[in-house]
């Protein structure tokens, strides 16, 4: 059983940092490729970045591209997602998912943690 669990979240100005963690509960860490997705009220999730489990290649939405920075500590099992110049329309709920593939696809994950809330206020 993988069970992930995201922090980190909170209340920022625009322009202003977070940094989110989920913490991944399972011996099998480096199995995994995690990401990190979104979802506003009203929307679908979208993706937001990833990073694969072989070579810890990235990969990042074009509105997270720049800003955002998506890492992974084996030692620890979390995965973290620097946000940089927070905009207000990255307001939404984060979520970590797990799965085999890297892929911007939020099906082809198998795990999911339960969110954390990012608000930026303009």
């Known amino acids: 059983q993988v069970q992930l669990v995201e922090s980190g979240g909170g209340l920022v100005q625009a322009g202003g940092s977070l940094r989110l963690s989920c913490a991944v509960s399972t011996r099998t860490f480096m199995w995994f490729t995690y990401a990190w997705f979104r979802q506003a009220p009203g929307k679908e999730r979208e993706f937001v970045a990833s990073?694969?489990?072989?070579?810890?290649?990235?990969n990042y939405a074009a509105s997270a591209k720049g800003r955002f920075t998506i890492s992974r500590d084996n030692a620890k099992s979390t995965v973290f997602l620097q946000m940089n110049s927070l905009k207000f329309e990255d307001t939404a709920v984060y979520y970590c998912?797990?799965?085999?593939?890297?892929?911007?696809?939020?099906?082809?994950?198998?795990?999911w943690g339960q969110g954390t809330q990012v608000a930026v206020s303009p």
């Open positions: 998912g797990a799965g085999a593939v890297a892929t911007a696809v939020a099906s082809q994950y198998d795990y």
């Open positions: 990073i694969s489990r072989s070579d810890g290649s990235t």
